[in-house]
């Protein structure tokens, strides 16, 4: 079984790809408020809230357990591309290498969202992070539905 490898999925979401650019871009802190169930908090270690290279801990919940996630963000804004590269916590004790990202594309009012896991087993009986993609799913439809209510 391979130690590495690259989940892919997309969303056709209802928010515009700018406006859900925003909130990883610059308003991650809004990120609880959009996605409470799954996330339920987010500081910035080192660095600010809008600055690539910028460090941030969230904590969240997976099948009902609190998890802390310590990630280096980083951002691409002529694509709008958001990665969350893991550094410390939960996934990285079964991940050597863990990077989510979400790339933005405009169609009509809305956008398609590309997510991705790119991974890196410790071990090869580690499974491949398909509960991690399905909070990203989930985390993307919350925040995409709580949008669009404002």
């Not at 600010?48 to 910028?54: I, K, P, Q, R």
């Not at 893991?86 to 863990?98: A, F, H, R, S, T």
């Not at 990077?99 to 991974?119: M, N, R, V």
């Not at 499974?127 to 995409?144: A, C, Q, R, S």
Request: net charge negative; glycine share 8%.
């Amino acid at each position: 079984m391979a130690m590495h490898g690259k989940i892919v999925t997309t969303l056709e979401l209802k928010s515009s790809a700018e406006k859900f650019y925003k909130v990883w871009r610059s308003e991650s802190f809004h990120v609880p408020k959009h996605a409470s169930k799954h996330i339920q908090g987010v500081d910035v270690h080192a660095g600010d809230w809008e600055t690539a290279g910028s460090i941030r801990i969230w904590q969240y919940t997976l099948g009902g357990k609190p998890g802390v996630f310590k990630e280096e963000v980083s951002f691409d804004d002529e694509n709008k591309t958001i990665a969350l590269n893991g550094l410390e916590g939960d996934v990285m004790k079964i991940y050597k290498v863990y990077k989510g990202t979400w790339k933005l594309t405009p169609k009509g009012s809305g956008c398609l969202a590309e997510l991705t896991i790119e991974f890196e087993k410790l071990h090869p009986d580690v499974p491949i992070p398909e509960v991690y993609i399905d909070l990203m799913v989930n985390l993307t439809k919350d925040i995409d539905e709580s949008l669009s209510t404002e």
